[in-house]
């Protein structure tokens, strides 16, 4: 049974709305986390919260819980009681998106032993000057692939010796997902526009209230 989620996609106007907005919210989340040309990790949970943000624009405050206690990961936010992660990658491929952050290579282990798929996804391709997308992952697409293929094929965890930063879904099960008949998908071309940003301004304005 797909979630609610599936509503996004099939409503015409807030398509449209995706498709011109998105780049542009994205683009300001880049600039804000942006300090002498490059982009900060903090840029993640800015787009996060614009994914959050339009699942409230669309469905309403209280359908969407954010207060998401940090003991239940992969979970970014529920909508109507469901869990639902949100992830975001940059770039042409499906590569190096995470299932969870950790630098310990033990509990990496661990976490490849005992996962498995229990929310649905919502994935953004940002591929700058070209086409990338917004997709909306079932959790039983989830389930259904990582039952055919097993977690050795579905999960990716960092090389030994290496510095690892999370273990990741493998980029050979995510195109997979992202094509399943399932799956929805709204292509977005993720053109830049000129906007002049000065990241002090708002905080300035504040400063000058009486």
């Given at each position: 049974?797909?979630?609610?989620l599936?509503?996004?996609?099939?409503?015409?106007?807030?398509?449209?709305?995706?498709?011109?907005?998105?780049?542009?919210?994205?683009?300001?989340?880049?600039?804000?986390?942006?300090?002498?040309?490059?982009?900060?990790?903090?840029?993640?949970?800015?787009?996060?919260?614009?994914?959050?943000?339009?699942?409230?624009?669309?469905?309403?405050?209280?359908?969407?819980?954010?207060?998401?206690?940090?003991?239940?990961?992969?979970?970014?936010?529920?909508?109507?009681?469901?869990?639902?992660?949100?992830?975001?990658?940059?770039?042409?491929?499906?590569?190096?998106?995470k299932?969870?952050?950790?630098?310990?290579?033990?509990?990496?282990?661990?976490?490849?032993?005992?996962?498995?798929?229990?929310?649905?996804?919502?994935?953004?391709?940002?591929?700058?000057?070209?086409?990338?997308?917004?997709?909306?992952?079932?959790?039983?697409?989830?389930?259904?692939?990582?039952?055919?293929?097993?977690?050795?094929?579905?999960?990716?965890?960092?090389?030994?010796?290496?510095?690892?930063?999370?273990?990741?879904?493998?980029?050979?099960?995510?195109?997979?997902?992202?094509?399943d008949?399932?799956?929805?998908v709204?292509?977005?071309?993720?053109?830049k526009?000129?906007?002049?940003?000065?990241?002090?301004?708002?905080?300035?304005?504040?400063?000058?209230?009486?």
């Amino acid at each position: 049974m797909l979630s609610r989620l599936v509503k996004i996609f099939e409503d015409r106007k807030l398509v449209e709305k995706i498709e011109k907005r998105l780049p542009y919210l994205f683009q300001l989340a880049e600039l804000e986390s942006s300090r002498a040309g490059k982009i900060g990790m903090e840029v993640g949970s800015l787009r996060e919260r614009i994914i959050v943000a339009l699942l409230i624009y669309k469905f309403g405050g209280d359908s969407v819980e954010t207060e998401i206690p940090i003991t239940e990961p992969e979970v970014d936010v529920r909508l109507f009681g469901e869990p639902v992660s949100i992830k975001t990658l940059t770039g042409k491929g499906f590569s190096g998106v995470k299932l969870i952050w950790t630098v310990d290579a033990q509990k990496a282990k661990e976490f490849q032993e005992t996962y498995s798929p229990h929310c649905d996804i919502l994935l953004v391709q940002i591929n700058w000057n070209n086409k990338g997308g917004f997709y909306y992952i079932p959790l039983e697409t989830q389930k259904r692939l990582f039952d055919k293929i097993g977690k050795e094929k579905y999960i990716r965890l960092p090389k030994p010796g290496t510095n690892p930063r999370g273990v990741e879904i493998t980029k050979e099960a995510l195109e997979v997902l992202v094509k399943d008949r399932e799956s929805k998908v709204i292509e977005i071309y993720w053109q830049k526009a000129k906007i002049d940003y000065n990241p002090y301004k708002r905080w300035v304005d504040y400063w000058e209230e009486d």
